[in-house]
């Protein structure tokens, strides 16, 4: 079969999947996820004690990308399943910290594929369904000796809770997907929590005060065994000093370092020694989370930030506190379901900016429908972000900032235009 061939039928395979239900309007089922995988024969493969979930609001993707360079570093073969994917749908499952390859995802489909009809899976049902036959059929071979599943979408129901599991993690949580989750912190944390089993192992990252109770509560219910994540001292925007000694991170800013100290405590947890791996946490690799990038034209550094929610925008500005400028040029597209006049009063507590809108590819906002204010406020407004990033690099000096966020969408389109991101550096595993 020739690539061109492959590669035309991975196109057709993604847009058949995605066409199933890409964000659900209620929360999934479990029934479907759990029977497709006992029909495939996976679930009898899965060894609870080699399989975490990680669920929360923010960091669950760079805490369970840290926890996968670090079980790489260890020289464990592990699996890691996140969402969403910024370019390539290849890129939400990984094994040994590469891409899974278009051939290998075409393949998978077709081992499954009736499964996916008869049991009318979601699109991301369909994905954990793909990713669990890759992680441990004989198809694949040998199976991961480990597996990550970042969770989709609140954690009760989610597709990845059909997977067996003694491991969990709990990261930062805040207010999203109000409308699927409940209204309250209390009410999304219940969902987050979902995801624990009876005589789970938990690590959590620091939770709201108002949610001890409820934490408590789901320890004694599940007889689970709860630990927080280890305190880390902060001594840069990329380097900080952990129980075990000194490490320098690619993700950077406090939010890197709690989502690091989530991640070195689940690898303790899992019984590794992280004293002799934390050189590893500086190659880290999660694309689109304050990545730069070189901009064709920009002379001035460029950076990729996806914080799509209030709260990971005051992450980033936290980030963007520690560092310079003569003028920052913030490129903004928010969906249509976010808090966008939240997002963008923090982004004004920042010096010298100047606001650029333009609509994401996704669950599109259009230009019109955002508040008076913030049209009034931006320097220039395109629903063609190509076209608008070609003015701002105009405008730009050497001395300014570029920072696209606001949604992760927009982030994948922007950095499949560019020369920081090629298939040809993917994996054919």
């Known amino acids: 079969m020739t690539t061109l061939y492959r590669h035309s039928e991975f196109a057709e395979i993604t847009r058949f999947l995605e066409a199933r239900c890409m964000m659900p309007t209620r929360p999934p089922a479990l029934d479907s996820t759990r029977r497709a995988l006992r029909r495939a024969g996976l679930l009898e493969r899965i060894d609870p004690a080699k399989n975490i979930i990680i669920a929360g609001t923010n960091g669950k993707g760079s805490v369970s990308a840290t926890l996968s360079r670090l079980l790489h570093s260890a020289g464990i073969r592990a699996g890691l399943y996140t969402s969403p994917h910024l370019v390539s749908t290849t890129e939400r499952i990984r094994v040994a910290e590469q891409d899974i390859s278009q051939d290998t995802f075409v393949s998978a489909y077709h081992a499954v594929s009736e499964l996916i009809d008869s049991e009318e899976l979601t699109h991301f049902e369909a994905l954990t369904l793909i990713a669990a036959w890759i992680f441990y059929s004989d198809g694949f071979s040998p199976p991961v000796d480990f597996a990550i599943w970042e969770v989709g979408l609140g954690g009760r129901l989610d597709a990845t809770n059909a997977v067996p599991h003694q491991f969990c993690a709990i990261t930062r949580l805040g207010l999203d997907h109000q409308n699927l989750l409940g ?23 620091p939770l709201d005060s108002s949610l001890e109770a409820l934490r408590a509560q789901v320890e004694k219910h599940t007889n689970s065994e709860w630990k927080p994540a280890v305190p880390v001292n902060i001594l840069s925007l990329d380097e900080i000093v952990t129980p075990w000694g000194r490490a320098r991170l690619s993700l950077p800013g406090l939010r890197g370092a709690e989502n690091t100290a989530t991640a070195l405590s689940i690898f303790a947890e899992l019984g590794f020694d992280p004293s002799s791996h934390l050189p590893s946490l500086a190659s880290v690799r999660w694309p689109g989370r304050f990545q730069e990038i070189s901009l064709p034209g920009c002379p001035c550094p460029v950076h990729l930030s996806g914080d799509h929610n209030p709260q990971g925008i005051t992450s980033l500005i936290e980030i963007l506190s520690q560092l310079s400028w003569n003028q920052l040029h913030l490129v903004v597209g928010i969906a249509h379901d976010k808090d966008s006049d939240s997002m963008f009063e923090r982004i004004f507590e920042l010096p010298r900016v100047k606001l650029y809108l333009t609509e994401t590819p996704y669950k599109t906002r259009k230009l019109a429908t955002y508040s008076g204010k913030w049209l009034n406020l931006s320097s220039d407004k395109d629903p063609d972000v190509h076209a608008l990033l070609r003015r701002v690099s105009q405008q730009a000096t050497p001395g300014d900032r570029v920072v696209i966020s606001g949604s992760l969408y927009l982030v994948g389109k922007v950095l499949a235009a560019t020369s920081n991101y090629s298939d040809s550096a993917k994996s054919s595993t």
Do not use: C, D, T, W
């Not at 912190?185 to 929590?193: D, N, P, Q, Y």
């Open 183 to 205: 209204n309250s912190l209390s009410e999304i944390a219940a969902e987050k929590f979902g995801v624990i089993p009876p005589h789970g192992r938990v690590i959590y990252s």
